[in-house]
């Protein structure tokens, strides 16, 4: 059976266990042909990452903390020592401190708020400038995303702003990179359960509200944003770059 991204190459930053959205991804990219590369965070994630990966055929797994100008490189220098080259390169990477994520923005401090737009963007501008050697022309780059970067949303805080510099990163690198036939997209996807979301204080009470207002009465499934990313990785949407695509069910679209 042929699938839409037979033959290519996709690196996955972002798995930290079964619940990331980075791992949906993953899972969907192997259904539709596609091989691997996973980076994980440091000696902590390995374990966990490598038993993931292990699940899918011929799986490359490769240390890299986006924080770190040195890791970057390094990857980018693994990939090319093992002869690969990328087709599309997924970046489902967010931090920011426990003590942003609640309480009010105007309490954000200067080292907190370096720390989110570093780690939750800044490293979108990072990987795409180190990995550029190792990106195909006619690949594609997605990163994730929230509505929290232009609606206020409840102890989003800090994070929304590093989404609204991410997205506004995705044009920005969409017109640098468009040149070489690279496309920059994102996916703003609903809130889902996992790690990360369970940083934000009230996330179950957002989890509700979802399934009372959005269009289609549900939460997001992470399998929905994987077929998206499926979607803007493949010759399917080989005319669509800068654009933030919305899997949320239709929240994005209410009003009151
Ligand atoms: N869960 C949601 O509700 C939701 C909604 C919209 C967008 N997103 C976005 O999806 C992406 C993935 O998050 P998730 O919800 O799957 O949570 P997750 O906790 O599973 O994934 C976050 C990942 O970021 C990685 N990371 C953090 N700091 C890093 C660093 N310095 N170097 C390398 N990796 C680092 C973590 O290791 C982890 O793998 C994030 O960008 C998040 O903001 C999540």
């Given amino acids: 059976m042929s699938g ?34 996973f980076t994980f965070q440091g000696e902590r994630q390995e374990k966990d990452v490598r038993e993931l990966a292990g699940t899918l055929p011929h799986s490359v797994i490769l240390p890299c903390d986006v924080a770190r100008d040195e890791e970057l490189a390094g990857l980018a220098k693994s990939i090319e020592t093992q002869g690969l080259t990328l087709d599309a390169l997924v970046h489902s990477i967010a931090f920011a401190n426990r003590d942003d994520l609640g309480g009010a923005y105007v309490e954000t401090s200067r080292a907190g708020f370096a720390l989110a737009l570093d780690v939750s963007a800044f490293s979108l501008v990072a990987a795409a400038r180190h990995l550029l050697p190792v990106l195909k022309p006619g690949a594609a780059v997605v990163t994730l995303t929230y509505i929290g970067s232009s609606r206020v949303m409840p102890n ?3 994070m929304g702003v590093a989404k609204a510099a991410l ?42 509200v979802m399934e009372e207002r959005a269009p ?14 499926v979607f803007l990785c493949s010759p399917l949407s080989r005319g669509v770059t800068g654009e933030v695509l919305f899997v949320d069910n239709g929240f994005h679209a209410m009003g009151l």
């Fill in 167 to 208: 997205e506004s990163s995705v044009r920005y690198l969409a017109s640098d990179l468009g040149p070489r036939g690279i496309r920059v997209n994102a996916i703003s996807a609903g809130p889902i359960k996992t790690a990360s979301a369970r940083a934000i204080q009230g996330f179950s009470r957002i989890l509700d």
């Fill in 216 to 229: 289609l009465r549900r939460n997001t499934d992470p399998a929905e944003v994987a077929d998206a990313a």
């Fill in 4 to 37: 839409l991204l037979d033959g290519k190459t996709a690196l996955v930053m972002g798995v930290a266990n079964r619940w990331s959205i980075a791992w949906a991804i993953a899972q969907a990219f192997s259904r539709e042909g596609a091989r691997l590369v």
């Fill in 156 to 158: 989003y805080n800090v």
